[in-house]
């Protein structure tokens, strides 16, 4: 009897909109590589004219700066480096190299872990929420609305919206592993077959590496006769 890992019975090639994985990681990469290129613009526009993300103390109740120069060097750091992981994994999964894909795997894998810390802190510590409603500015849009709202109705709600994003992510972190796993597989050189029949085992070579030794050999010397 085949043994098989419990987590090969989630490997797929095709993910949704019935596309191959490898088309998906492409499609997330440049979604990915977008979304983090109008941040940097936009921390980059920040950057040079501050003036334009300071609110005054009548509009927020107090004198309350969006962010500081190293706080916005930083900011346009992380997002230099998640257009480089970003480009790795659309370059890894077009060029078929799996070990590009990595850096944008293990981004998931964090960014996964921390809405599952917050939706542990939000069930653990459910006052938190009305804590931090509290804390925004007066006009923020509908801030009497979610305060009126029952305190444990919108912890149910905020915990249905974190568990649909981490589904959401979850699908799309096994898109990009079983992406990693078809083009780990596919390149290969090491994979053998096995033919098993009754009394035997026989052990066959990659099927490039048959065809390469067959088309190598020489042809036989010309019949000489005597």
Same mark, same amino acid.
């Given at each position: 009897?085949?043994?098989? &890992? #419990?987590?090969?019975?989630?490997?797929?090639?095709?993910?949704?909109?019935?596309?191959?994985?490898?088309?998906?990681?492409? !499609?997330?990469?440049?979604?990915?590589? /977008?979304?983090?290129?109008?941040?940097?613009?936009?921390? +980059?526009? @920040?950057?040079?004219?501050?003036?334009?993300?300071?609110?005054?103390?009548?509009?927020?109740?107090?004198?309350?700066?969006?962010?500081?120069?190293?706080?916005?060097?930083?900011?346009?750091?992380?997002?230099?480096?998640? /257009?480089?992981?970003? @480009?790795?994994?659309?370059?890894?999964?077009?060029?078929? %190299? &799996?070990?590009?894909?990595? #850096?944008?795997?293990?981004?998931?894998?964090?960014?996964?872990?921390?809405?599952?810390?917050?939706?542990?802190?939000? +069930?653990?510590?459910?006052?938190?929420?009305?804590?931090?409603? %509290?804390?925004?500015?007066?006009?923020? #849009?509908?801030?009497?609305? /979610?305060?009126?709202?029952?305190?444990?109705?919108?912890? +149910?709600?905020?915990? !249905?919206?974190?568990?649909?994003?981490?589904?959401?992510?979850?699908?799309?972190?096994?898109?990009?592993?079983?992406?990693? %796993?078809?083009?780990?597989? %596919?390149?290969?050189?090491?994979?053998?077959?096995?033919?098993?029949?009754?009394?035997?085992?026989?052990?066959?070579?990659?099927?490039?590496?048959?065809?390469?030794?067959?088309? @190598?050999?020489?042809?036989?010397?010309?019949?000489?006769?005597?």
């Amino acid at each position: 009897m085949k043994m098989v &890992a #419990p987590w090969t019975r989630f490997y797929s090639n095709s993910c949704c909109l019935c596309c191959h994985v490898r088309t998906g990681t492409i !499609l997330l990469g440049v979604w990915n590589l /977008i979304i983090n290129a109008v941040v940097l613009l936009i921390l +980059l526009s @920040a950057l040079a004219d501050p003036d334009q993300y300071h609110f005054s103390s009548s509009e927020l109740g107090g004198d309350f700066e969006f962010m500081d120069d190293a706080n916005m060097c930083i900011a346009i750091a992380i997002s230099l480096l998640m /257009i480089l992981i970003c @480009a790795m994994a659309t370059y890894g999964a077009y060029k078929q %190299r &799996a070990a590009w894909i990595i #850096p944008f795997f293990c981004y998931q894998i964090f960014d996964f872990a921390l809405n599952t810390l917050v939706a542990v802190t939000v +069930l653990v510590y459910p006052n938190s929420i009305q804590e931090y409603i %509290r804390q925004l500015p007066p006009n923020f #849009p509908y801030k009497d609305d /979610i305060m009126s709202v029952n305190p444990t109705c919108l912890v +149910l709600i905020i915990l !249905l919206f974190i568990s649909i994003i981490l589904t959401f992510k979850g699908y799309l972190i096994s898109c990009v592993w079983n992406c990693y %796993r078809y083009i780990n597989g %596919r390149n290969s050189s090491d994979v053998l077959v096995y033919v098993t029949s009754n009394d035997a085992t026989v052990l066959l070579p990659p099927y490039d590496d048959a065809t390469v030794t067959g088309t @190598a050999k020489e042809p036989p010397p010309p019949y000489v006769s005597a």
